[in-house]
């Protein structure tokens, strides 16, 4: 009853904005929150099933959005002839270098033999990488940079691309495995540490990410942004220009324009809610299954569990490749929602800090917890400014309009997001520490 009241409690806070604001506004900020909610989800199997405690989540995200361009972008095929297979070639090159220094690392003896040819082998093989590399990405960036300078991605429908939003479908799944890959890589080096470290580590790789997608022009066009992704639902142009739609409009006493935008989300909204179920049936099945209780038992106490012969390291990799792979798989969506890829935007404390309280929130290891705290944290993130801004004008409103107190205040009102998070975050660890639905 008191889950089920919580759930009505946040549905109403939607309803509320829908009624009182608009339908449209309503949408926008539940299409994120179900978004918010997957990723929530992803956090809470790595920490609340395993006590892994990751703050590298923004990397793994912005990895996903990154997959969305990839795959659903149409392909730069000036740039390609330019300095694609050069590029392809000098990666390759720089892959098998570091696989040959970890040879003669882990195959050769201790000596200064082995250390000669292991520094040899490294810094002649970076210096053969840049010299096939360098060349390839200023000829790929030198292609049309103010609107492509990219290699683009892999649709290849010509200036019909927009037609084949399917592409886009394709890319979220494709955004899950790229960040699971990138996690296994992360997991293989660093879950061995202890929490802390661990946590040090995901933050500065997550950041390594971020940098790359920002300075790596050939790939993402760094900071000029990639605009125009297809998307899986209809244009609103389109919508507004076809008479069966604009009469059925017209019929529910809407406008052409305000039905079109509503339709989309809706659309959108339909999408991240099949997804997100599935992914909460499929957490519940394994949150109860023999797997879920031994991460349960390793994340209580590993020292036991190690004495039961589990092998803890390899059960955490899975844990941790599998919540980065949710977290890749909400990136997509997220970019295929916006549109674009705007590799500055992703910053730490809205794609890292803000997951964390969701989860914390909503009860760390209770997938129902992680999705509440999904819907609610990302409400109140959104709305607690402009509500904010209309208490600060009721309580400054005996003062006189030239009052500097009165401005400063009102000045202010972006505050509240943080004032407010830290303030929920508090009241729930002093009265509701497990959170607001706590783990059975």
């Not at 037609?163 to 996690?183: E, F, K, R, S």
């Not at 309280?357 to 944290?377: C, D, E, H, Q, Y």
Request: hydrophobic letters at 55%; charged letters at 15%; one cysteine or more.
């Amino acid at each position: 009853m008191k889950n089920a009241l919580l759930f009505g409690l946040v549905a109403l806070l939607f309803l509320g904005t829908g009624l009182f604001q608009s339908w449209n506004v309503a949408l926008s900020i539940f299409n994120m929150a179900l978004i918010s909610a997957i990723l929530a989800l992803g956090v809470n199997m790595q920490w609340g099933f395993a006590g892994l405690f990751n703050i590298g989540i923004m990397g793994f995200v912005a990895l996903g959005g990154l997959a969305a361009v990839l795959v659903s972008m149409p392909t730069t095929t000036e740039a390609w002839t330019a300095g694609g297979p050069r590029v392809l070639l000098s990666l390759v090159f720089g892959a098998l270098t570091v696989v040959g220094a970890i040879l003669i690392r882990t195959r050769m003896a201790p000596g200064r033999l082995r250390t000669i040819l292991f520094l040899s082998f490294l810094i002649g093989g970076f210096i053969l990488y840049r010299a096939l590399f360098d060349p390839a990405r200023d000829a790929i960036e030198a292609v049309n940079p103010a609107a492509t300078g990219y290699l683009g991605g892999l649709n290849n429908w010509g200036e019909d691309y927009r037609d084949y939003g399917w592409m886009t479908l394709v890319a979220w799944p494709v955004g899950a495995l790229l960040a699971a890959g990138a996690a296994w890589v992360v997991g293989k080096t660093a879950l061995g540490l202890r929490s802390d470290y661990l946590a040090i580590a995901t933050l500065g790789i997550s950041e390594i990410v971020i940098a790359i997608l920002k300075n790596e022009d050939w790939m993402s066009r760094g900071v000029k942004n990639v605009i125009g992704l297809p998307r899986p639902v209809p244009y609103e142009i389109d919508l507004q220009q076809s008479e069966t739609f604009v009469e059925r409009a017209n019929a529910l006493g809407f406008d052409a324009v305000t039905a079109s935008s509503l339709w989309i989300k809706l659309n959108y909204t339909f999408l991240f809610a099949v997804i997100l179920i599935i992914l909460l049936i499929g957490a519940q099945r394994a949150l109860k299954s023999p797997w879920g209780r031994m991460m349960r038992a390793i994340r209580d106490n590993e020292t036991a569990a190690e004495a039961m012969g589990k092998d803890v390291t390899r059960r955490h990799l899975q844990i941790f490749v599998l919540g980065s792979a949710i977290c890749g798989l909400a990136g997509a969506m997220m970019t295929t929602l916006d549109g674009q890829l705007t590799p500055s935007s992703y910053q730490p404390l809205r794609f890292t800090f803000l997951i964390w309280v969701m989860v914390i929130v909503g009860g760390s290891g209770n997938n129902w917890g992680a999705i509440l705290g999904g819907f609610l944290i990302w409400w109140l993130w959104i709305q607690v400014e402009p509500l904010g801004a209309l208490l600060m004008e009721f309580l400054t409103w005996p003062l006189p309009e030239d009052s500097a107190l009165k401005a400063h205040l009102l000045d202010s009102v972006q505050h509240m997001r943080l004032l407010t998070m830290g303030v929920i975050l508090l009241l729930v660890l002093r009265f509701s520490p497990r959170g607001l639905i706590p783990e059975r």
